[in-house]
C-alpha cells in the first residue's frame, strides 16, 4: 500500500473539513450539548432539587431489575438522588455517547466524494497515482481517525463535568466505570467505522453533501435503539454487554469495509462528472 500517498490525502481532507463551517459545527454542538450541556443539567438538577427531582424523573425499578443481582442491590441501597444520577449519567447516558463518534466519521465521510465533486476537486483526486484501494483506506482513515480523536476529547469532558456536578451529591469521584472505559476504547472506535464506511460507499453514489449525509443518517438507527432498550429496562451497559456489543458492531465493519472495496469504481466516479 502507497501509505505515503495515504496520508497525504487525509491530511488534505482534514484541513478541508477544519476550513469547512459546514463540516465544523455539527462536529463542536452536538458533542457540546451531549457531553457537557445535558449532563451539567441532570446534575445541577440533582444538586437543586435533591430528593424531589429524584421522584419525579419516574421509577427506576424496571431498570435495575435488568440489572445482575450484587450491582442491584448496590444500587438500589443509594438515596434517591444519588440512584437517579448513577442511573442516569453512568447507564442511560452511555449509548448517546456513541452518537459522537458515529456522527462526526458520518459528517467527514458525507464530505469524502461527493465534497469533492462539489468543490471541482474530484477529477484531480481521481487521477492521483493511487490504487482504488489506497484511495478509499485514505478516505476512510482520515475521517476514521478525527471521529476517534473527538470521541475521546468528548469522554473526557464529559467525566470531567459528571464528576464535577456530581460530587456535591455523590462526595466521591464516581466516573468512569468498567463498561465506559471499553465503550470508548472498543465500541467507539467500532461504531465510528461503521458510521464512515456506510457513509463512503453512499457518497460514492449521490451528488450532494447533504444528500450523503442525510441517508448515511440511517446508521444512528441502532444507537436509538440501544438508547430505548435501556430506558425500557431490557439491557443495561455492564462490561460484558459493552464488549460483546463491540465484537458485532467489529463483524459489521469488516463487512461495510468489504463490500466497500468490492464496489468501488473509480471509472463510474470520472464518468460521473
Known amino acids: 500500500m502507497n501509505w505515503r500517498g495515504i496520508k497525504a490525502v487525509m491530511l488534505k481532507d482534514l484541513r478541508v473539513v477544519y476550513r469547512s463551517k459546514m463540516v465544523m459545527l455539527p462536529l463542536i454542538i452536538v ?26 424523573t419516574g421509577d427506576f425499578a424496571q431498570m435495575l431489575t435488568a440489572m445482575p443481582g450484587p450491582l442491584a442491590d448496590r444500587l438500589a441501597s443509594l438515596p434517591p ?47 492521483a497515482p493511487l490504487s482504488d484501494r489506497d484511495l478509499l483506506v485514505a478516505k476512510m482513515l482520515g475521517a476514521w481517525v478525527a471521529a ?20 456535591p451529591v455523590m462526595g466521591r469521584i ?34 450532494t453533501f447533504q444528500e450523503a449525509y442525510q441517508i448515511g443518517g440511517i446508521v444512528v438507527v441502532p444507537i436509538v435503539g440501544l438508547i430505548l432498550g435501556q430506558l425500557a ?10 464488549f460483546g456489543l463491540g465484537l458485532v458492531v467489529w463483524a459489521v465493519d469488516a463487512v461495510v469495509l468489504w463490500i466497500g472495496v468490492r464496489t468501488f469504481d473509480r471509472d463510474a466516479l470520472l464518468a460521473r462528472l
Open 233 to 242: 429496562g431490557v439491557f443495561y451497559f455492564g462490561p460484558a454487554l459493552t
Open 31 to 56: 458533542p457540546v450539548i451531549l457531553q457537557v450541556i445535558m449532563p451539567a443539567a441532570f446534575g445541577l438538577a440533582a444538586i437543586f432539587a435533591g430528593d424531589a427531582f429524584a421522584r419525579e
Open 174 to 207: 464516581f466516573f468512569p466505570n468498567l463498561a465506559w472505559v471499553i465503550l470508548v476504547l472498543w465500541v467507539a472506535p467500532a461504531v465510528a467505522g461503521l458510521g464512515l464506511g456506510a457513509t463512503v460507499i453512499i457518497s460514492t453514489r449521490v451528488n
Open 148 to 167: 476517534t480523536g473527538v470521541g475521546l476529547a468528548a469522554f473526557v469532558l464529559y467525566a470531567l463535568v459528571v464528576n464535577g456536578v456530581g460530587w
Open 81 to 127: 438522588d444519588q440512584l437517579m444520577l448513577t442511573l442516569t449519567l453512568v447507564y442511560m447516558f452511555a449509548p448517546l455517547f456513541l452518537i459522537v463518534p458515529l456522527m462526526v466519521s458520518s459528517v467527514i465521510a458525507a464530505d469524502s466524494f461527493v465534497g469533492e465533486r462539489e468543490r471541482k476537486t474530484l477529477e484531480a483526486l481521481l487521477y
